[in-house]
């Protein structure tokens, strides 16, 4: 039964964009910090962006190589997460993850308890 659902991955051309999705169910819908990773090929997975609802009004925080880019949003109502892609660079290709874990951001992905199946983004130049 999936707890996180990702979607809006596809191939884009430098410089253009995309938006993704993240779907939350179950007991992942509890969760009050949800995020966004990504993994190339023969990379580690690392931290894009994460947002906190509890505290600091809602603190979002983004990875050093999308600040500026990429905005993540979120609407609990519908217990969706989004991310929002500018101006797309070939070293952004990669499976996206959504995740989510409780209170607070955290950039190690070791302390999400929840995984989505991911959704590829590939840039061309």
């Known amino acids: 039964q999936a707890q996180l659902v990702e979607s809006g991955g596809g191939l884009v051309q430098a410089g253009g964009a995309l938006r993704l999705s993240c779907a939350a169910s179950?007991?992942?819908?509890?969760?009050?910090?949800m995020g966004w990773f990504r993994q190339a090929p023969g990379k580690d997975r690392e931290f894009v962006a994460g947002?906190?609802?509890?505290?600091?009004?809602?603190?979002?925080l983004y990875a050093d190589s999308v600040k500026g880019r990429f905005t993540l949003s979120r609407d609990n109502a519908k217990n969706t997460v989004y991310l929002q892609m500018n101006s797309l660079k070939p070293e952004d290709t990669a499976v996206y993850y959504c995740a989510a874990r409780g209170i607070g951001i955290v950039t190690l992905p070791q302390v999400w308890n929840y995984w989505g199946q991911g959704t590829q983004v590939t840039v061309s130049s």
């Open positions: 179950g007991r992942a819908s509890s969760s009050d910090t």
């Open positions: 947002n906190t609802w509890s505290w600091s009004g809602g603190a979002t």
